[in-house]
Every structure is written in C-alpha cells, then in structure tokens.
C-alpha cells in the first residue's frame, strides 16, 4: 500500500466513515490517517458529527411541539 495523501484522504472522508470504500481503498487512507494528524483529526471530527447524528435520529420530539409546529404552519398557510 502507499500513502494515498490528504486530498484522497479528506475527498474519500464520508465515504470512509460510512465503510462504502472497498478494502484496499479503505486501507490506503486508513495508513494515511495513522501518519497524518490532519487527517486523522478530521476523521475524529466525522466519527463524532456521526454519532451526534445518529442520537438526534433516535430522539422524537415532544407531542405538544409538533402540535405548536403544526398549528403555525396552518397560520402561516392561511395568511399567503
């Protein structure tokens, strides 16, 4: 393998933490991030902004706020 470099490694970034590369593409920029703290600190960032996404879609919100949304989108479709 070789070291893929920061413009494949920060293109392929989504990609990567999602594990949609194949294998070999998934390795070039996994070695690229074990020597690169740039890199590696982006991918860092993504795991967390992923996490943090997949915890808001589990949460629902309150009864009474969709009600509140509701009815102020009403109003507003009333008014135009």
């Known amino acids: 393998m070789s070291d893929c470099g920061c413009d494949k490694a920060k293109a392929e970034l989504e990609e990567y933490l999602h594990n949609e ?3 070999d593409e998934a390795a070039d ?3 690229h991030m074990q020597n690169c703290v740039d ?3 982006e991918h860092k960032v993504g795991l ?3 996490e943090a996404v997949k915890r808001a879609c589990r949460d629902t919100a309150p009864e009474e ?3 509140v949304v509701m009815e102020r989108i ?3 479709q009333i008014t135009h």
């Open 21 to 23: 590369l194949r294998g």
């Open 29 to 31: 920029i996994r070695e």
């Open 39 to 41: 890199c590696s600190g």
């Open 48 to 50: 967390v902004l992923t």
């Open 65 to 67: 706020l969709r009600v």
């Open 74 to 76: 009403r109003a507003i």
